[in-house]
């Protein structure tokens, strides 16, 4: 059994959970199996899976490997394709979720360019602000805001967007500009509570972080209607900046608090641990980075 053959049944061994259903299904002996993971093991120079008599984990080291061993796999798939299939494309399905205001100001308006790529590559977009799980609804790939750790999903970094304080210039005209976070206390917030729970602010001080409540008449679980509620004048609202990329730009709201910005959310690209990524969504995914690489107001300055 060659090295590619070899990693391609560490895979399996991953994806099925145990030796015995790995060894079924590549039509071999377990022992066979036992010895070529252990071979492969050998020629790394680290223990990629743990055994006990009851279970089979990752090592640190195998998780790291099983990671690069999908992108290899799938790139030596992809390349055996087009030349296998006369340079055929990729094609079938791909399920995707995001937030519904994320897919509709990032996502869906650069489909055309992507289906000018790939023709035969269908999307099935998912919008929802609460976190599905990917496996009960069926996606390929999810499109998440935020930094997260969860060791059932493998995550592609595509970009990060500042974390800034942002409200409509008559509402400042009206109520006075911030000059630090304590003066927070005396304006109206637009609070995102998502399923109830209001999400508390956070921000950068000389003394350390600070965590502030806001308070306000008015709350939302719904990320497009923190814009609307922004926009219409209600209160301050503190957002991932390509939430109002466009009207930053054009002046119809305006970025405080500057100086005491917390930092950056990651967007990323999610899928499953041990389910191989369809060549379909790893172009969509490639797509999505470069994409957003080229989007200026995820690097607001």
């Not at 109206?188 to 956070?202: H, N, Q, T, Y």
């Amino acid at each position: 059994m060659d090295r590619l053959d070899a990693i391609r049944l560490f895979l399996r061994v991953v994806e099925r959970g145990n030796f015995a259903a790995a060894a079924r299904e590549a039509g071999i002996g377990q022992p066979a199996v036992s010895k070529q993971i252990a071979a492969l093991e050998a020629h790394l120079g680290a223990q990629l899976l743990r055994r006990t008599s009851r279970s089979m984990t990752l090592s640190e080291a195998g998780q790291t490997f099983y990671e690069a061993a999908l992108r290899l796999v799938a790139d030596y798939d992809a390349a055996a394709s087009l030349i296998g299939r006369g340079q055929s494309s990729p094609s079938g399905l791909v399920r995707v979720s995001t937030s519904p205001v994320f897919g509709r100001l990032y996502i869906t308006p650069r489909l055309p360019e992507f289906f000018a790529c790939y023709p035969d590559v269908a999307v099935e977009l998912s919008a929802s602000e609460r976190m599905i799980n990917l496996v009960e609804e069926g996606i390929d790939v999810g499109i998440r805001i935020g930094n997260f750790a969860d060791s059932s999903l493998i995550a592609l970094r595509l970009a990060s967007t500042p974390i800034i304080t942002v409200a409509a210039p008559a509402y400042l005209e009206a109520h006075g500009v911030p000059a630090s976070p304590a003066e927070l206390e005396r304006h109206s917030c637009v609070i995102f509570a998502l399923r109830g729970e209001p999400r508390a602010w956070e921000f950068k001080t000389a003394a350390g972080p600070l965590v502030h409540h806001p308070q306000g008449n008015f709350r939302t679980g719904d990320a497009e209607q923190v814009r609307a509620a922004v926009l219409a004048g209600l209160g301050l609202a503190q957002v991932p900046a390509w939430l109002f990329a466009p009207e930053i730009a054009s002046g119809a709201v305006r970025v405080v608090l500057r100086d005491f910005e917390p930092g950056s959310f990651a967007i990323s690209a999610v899928h499953t641990a041990g389910r191989r990524l369809p060549t379909r969504a790893r172009v969509f995914v490639d797509f999505v980075a470069r994409a957003l690489g080229r989007e200026k107001s995820l690097a607001f300055q």
